[in-house]
């Protein structure tokens, strides 16, 4: 099998034409691309990696497709067929046909979704791209490349094309010589550096279009999420991201690349069966609108990575959405700026009483939560953080993971004892993982999980006591309810969970002094306490 490579290039040519409709778009994509019909390997019924058949993931690959027609066409019809559909003859909806509830959720991605924010990431990907007299129009080269990524990403799901790791290549991202690489994104990675001849619509690329979808399959370990609610450090947020940046010479604009295709593959992935495909449902009914939209708007500052440190990015991230947000600067006490951003961040919704509740903790508990927020994981520190940490950085940096979940079922009226049951979580990962300043140390982490109490509220967490972290690796550790432990018999893997449940008191005074946050475009924003 080969690529149809003057049907692919058609493609591109037609892609901005008023009526050049999603149906024969479809027909295009299904008969240039051969890949495509590696989802037939083995029977369609038979499930895949993922879990799902076949023929789902052929579906959700469409989808892929479809929402990145959409995307190219922002100005023409796509508003309207990622919010709506398209009829049974191809043409794009107007409004939604269906409930009420649906329609007004439609609606609302049709009117509030960032439409200018994601024309700005095609352009900053070096996709879409505008004539001296204002008309857009594609660039080829680039656009290719994302229609043969948009094609192949997802092969590798299907067991049966599973690569084995040759001994002059091993190891392999942890994988052994003479065994099969497991995880499908790691295989196709295999594949495409070491065979890409068997892809024939990859290996039909030219260099400069390889290079994007090399870095965009690379191992970035990234959570977009953990970066949109304050929840990880910037070092193991961004740490693995700025290593294949630097490995594959990725500039801002290969990074663009890279959330385009995220955005797509998101933006397509429900399953929509045998009907005229309707939108991206994911989107319109699936996807909270505002954390998509916290997204989209982080790219901007993620793809800086390209020229700035990981610690660089994430303060200018925290001190932009600090601004937007908007919480009042005059409850920050000094040293807790960086608590007070991750914790305005973890909120969602409820910022302002977050902040307001951090700063009325007692002075014990608000300085723990002050110090092993700000702690970063890396050798360059917050320039915001407390004195001692940039005076004498330690690690590792801790990530409790999930948070954000257990500060949001807390809700503003259970904001306080939320904090006070994360500072006794911080408290006994800190006897698990002690401080170590050396240089290794520094740019080390550990992750948290309390997967047990983040749906709990903490009332009832504090009813259901004991609780225990169970460390379980030299990098990891849990949350479990167990009895408690006395002294002296604590096992080096359990450690006892305190929760510090002291009574408010009165904030040292100080003089008013500005809090200075920069914004993304560099400005500084001075407010008076």
């Excluded at 550990?446 to 690796?473: C, F, G, H, N």
Aim: proline letters at 6%; one cysteine or more.
């Amino acid at each position: 099998d080969t690529t149809d490579w003057d049907r692919v290039h058609k493609i591109v040519q037609r892609l901005r034409e008023t009526e050049y409709r999603l149906t024969e778009f479809q027909e295009d994509i299904e008969a240039s691309f051969c890949e495509l019909r590696l989802f037939r390997v083995h029977a369609l019924d038979q499930p895949w990696s993922s879990g799902r058949t076949a023929e789902d993931e052929l579906h959700r690959t469409m989808g892929a497709f479809y929402s990145l027609y959409c995307f190219l066409r922002i100005d023409l019809d796509g508003k309207d067929v990622l919010a709506y559909g398209i009829a049974p003859e191809g043409t794009a909806r107007k409004a939604a046909l269906s409930t009420d509830t649906e329609y007004r959720k439609r609606d609302a991605l049709r009117q509030n979704f960032r439409w200018e924010s994601t024309r700005e990431l095609l352009l900053h990907a070096e996709i879409l791209k505008v004539t001296s007299a204002g008309k857009v129009s594609l660039n080829h080269d680039r656009t290719v490349a994302l229609l043969v990524l948009t094609a192949i990403h997802d092969i590798m799901k299907n067991k049966a094309l599973l690569p084995t790791v040759q001994p002059q290549h091993a190891p392999y991202q942890g994988t052994k010589a003479n065994e099969v690489i497991q995880d499908h994104d790691f295989a196709l990675a295999y594949m495409l550096e070491h065979f890409p001849s068997l892809l024939p619509s990859f290996a039909g690329l030219e260099a400069a279009q390889r290079a994007p979808i090399l870095f965009t399959t690379s191992r970035m370990n990234f959570n977009n999420g953990w970066l949109v609610q304050g929840e990880a450090p910037p070092g193991l947020l961004f740490s693995s991201f700025k290593k294949c940046i630097v490995k594959g010479r990725a500039s801002e604009a290969d990074i663009s690349f890279y959330f385009v295709h995220w955005l797509t593959d998101l933006a397509g992935s429900e399953l929509y069966q045998q009907r005229p495909w309707p939108g991206s449902e994911k989107f319109a009914l699936k996807f909270p609108q505002h954390v998509l939209s916290a997204f989209i708007d982080s790219f901007s500052f993620v793809r800086q990575l390209a020229h700035q440190s990981e610690v660089d990015v994430m303060e200018d991230y925290l001190k932009d959405r600090w601004l937007a947000l908007g919480p009042p600067v005059s409850l920050v006490p000094e040293g807790c700026e960086v608590a007070s951003m991750r914790l305005a961040l973890m909120a969602q919704g409820f910022e302002a009483d977050a902040v307001a509740a951090f700063a009325e903790l007692p002075e014990q508990d608000r300085a723990c939560l002050a110090c092993e927020l700000a702690r970063t994981g890396h050798s360059q520190q917050f320039s915001c953080a407390p004195a001692e940490i940039r005076n004498e950085p330690a690690g590792p940096a801790l990530l409790i993971y999930y948070a954000p979940a257990l500060l949001q079922n807390a809700k503003s009226v259970g904001i306080r004892e939320a904090l006070l049951i994360l500072c006794g979580v911080l408290r006994a990962a800190r006897e698990i993982f002690p401080l170590d300043r050396s240089p290794l140390g520094v740019q080390s982490h550990a992750i948290i999980r309390i997967d047990a109490i983040k749906d709990i509220m903490p009332a009832e967490i504090q009813k259901m006591s004991p609780w225990y972290l169970r460390q379980t690796s030299s990098t990891d550790a849990v949350i479990e309810k167990g009895e408690a432990i006395g002294p002296g018999e604590i096992a080096v893997e359990w450690r006892s969970l305190t929760i510090p449940l002291s009574g408010p008191r009165a904030l040292p005074k100080r003089p008013p002094q500005p809090l200075v946050l920069r914004s993304q475009n560099g400005a500084r924003e001075q407010r008076n306490r």
